[in-house]
């Protein structure tokens, strides 16, 4: 059976029972489903010379909300594993693995609801905040659903205060994220992760011990080390997979079974190797290289990748925590005690380049090696709207772009397709002066 089957349960599954059971509104859900297939063939499917194997990726996402909801409901009621949901990079997946529970990215990437949502939030609240808080307030999304706790945390402005609404509707758990790098800060941040440790055992009724910890560890770095192993893959002229599938394989890391789809990674690393090795390319040699910065790119949110490269650009890296910030660390796995791995844990996500650090120069520094370690031609910045930290950040990146000598471009935007046209005009104009 091919990867892409075995995850994607049998196709003729009415899993409308199972929705509704979970308590969603199935019909609005049957019209998201319907929109978000209509984009994934624009942007996913229509795309020439994929390798063979991100045929695993199709899977995942006919799957994202059917066959994937029911392994992880299935496993709800055969052995009471628990679903915990999150938003942020800043929250350890390994500590959810370690108690025995089923680890889940909630961001959302499309609008929903959005005149409800203003009920609750003002207006001019960044997409991502609006998308969440629609889909729960819309019940279209069965991974905030299934979620039996939902771990928020004290990052920007508009998601700690969104979350206090937010926690109106689920079992809620905030982790507070320092915004400077201290001796002092990371302490209390090695503090917290320890609270959300404390939290989840409660939540699965499973006590947290040294060896499960350090397997949970290993399997989270196998993963990280099979998406490092792609992106290395991507510096090649030509490079061999698209950024719109490289994101995808980051997207898909945030609800797949972690080891089926490090598998995976590592098949489709493997052909990317291979295709370097005899010069195939998913677009020609010599297409401008672009090298992606900004804000978290949720599913679907496909937007500005579909526009880069329907306009003959490839990207070559995602400095994003939908890209390198999710893989390029792992957490040291050579922790003697069950301290010393939440030590190396928390030191590991506190080295997180975020904007809401103040101030971020780790941000710029991993921006201008990867534009250099993968021959971006020019870097594109990429704000959603009402994100002031992101905003405010992509300054200091033009000024070191420039100083760098790298064509530099900065985007606000946000989910809807009423600036595609233009955005396509400007990015256009980008790459024919690249
Ligand atoms: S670690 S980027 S996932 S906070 S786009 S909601 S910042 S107003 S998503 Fe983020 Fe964690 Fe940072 Fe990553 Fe606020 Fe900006 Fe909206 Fe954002």
Not at 18 to 30: C, F, I, K, P, Y
Not at 275 to 302: C, F, N, Q
Not at 387 to 396: A, Q, V
Request: charged share 25%; proline share 4%; glycine share 8%.
């Amino acid at each position: 059976m091919s990867e892409s089957s075995e995850n994607s349960q049998t196709a003729e599954v009415d899993y409308h029972p199972m929705w509704s059971e979970l308590g969603m509104d199935v019909q609005a859900h049957d019209g998201l489903l319907g929109a978000v297939g209509q984009m994934y063939q624009e942007s996913y499917l229509s795309q020439k010379n994929r390798p063979e194997s991100t045929s695993y990726l199709d899977g995942v996402a006919m799957n994202i909300h059917s066959g994937r909801i029911k392994e992880m409901v299935d496993a709800k009621h055969a052995e009471g594993k628990k679903v915990v949901g999150s938003f942020c990079l800043y929250v350890p997946e390994e500590i959810i693995t370690a108690a025995g529970g089923t680890s889940v990215g909630l961001c959302s990437g499309a609008d929903w609801d959005t005149a409800k949502v203003e009920e609750h939030l003002p207006r001019n609240t960044c997409p991502l905040i609006k998308s969440f808080t629609g889909f729960k307030l819309g019940r279209v999304c069965p991974y905030i659903e299934s979620s039996d706790l939902v771990v928020g945390e004290n990052t920007c402005d508009g998601k700690k205060k969104a979350y206090e609404f937010f926690g109106t509707q689920k079992p809620m758990f905030i982790m507070d994220v320092p915004n400077v790098k201290t001796d002092e800060t990371k302490q209390h941040f090695r503090n917290e992760v320890r609270r959300l440790a404390k939290r989840v055992e409660q939540e699965t009724g499973n006590t947290i011990a040294y060896e499960g910890l350090k397997a949970a560890i290993k399997q989270a770095n196998d993963k990280r080390r099979a998406l490092q192993r792609l992106y290395k893959t991507r510096s090649a002229d030509p490079a061999p997979i698209s950024g719109l599938d490289s994101l995808l394989a980051v997207q898909a890391a945030f609800m797949d079974d972690p080891v089926r789809l490090t598998a995976a990674i590592n098949k489709m690393s493997e052909e990317c190797e291979r295709r370097v090795h005899d010069g195939v390319g998913v677009s020609e040699k010599g297409a401008k290289r672009i090298l992606y910065t900004g804000t978290p790119m949720a599913v679907p949110y496909w937007k500005i990748f579909t526009i880069i490269e329907q306009a003959g650009a490839v990207i070559v890296g995602e400095e994003c925590c939908t890209g390198s910030r999710y893989y390029k660390d792992l957490v040291d796995e050579g922790g003697q005690t069950l301290d010393e791995l939440y030590d190396a844990i928390a030191d590991r996500y506190f080295n997180i380049n975020c904007a809401i650090y103040t101030p971020n120069p780790g941000r710029i520094e991993d921006v201008l090696k990867m534009a250099k370690e993968q021959h971006a031609d020019g870097i594109i910045d990429c704000s959603l709207q009402f994100c002031t930290i992101y905003d405010m950040e992509s300054f200091g990146m033009e000024k070191a772009a420039q100083e760098a000598g790298i064509p530099y471009m900065h985007i606000t935007t946000d989910y809807s397709s009423e600036d595609s046209g233009q955005l396509k005009t400007r990015v256009e104009a980008f790459l024919e002066m690249l």
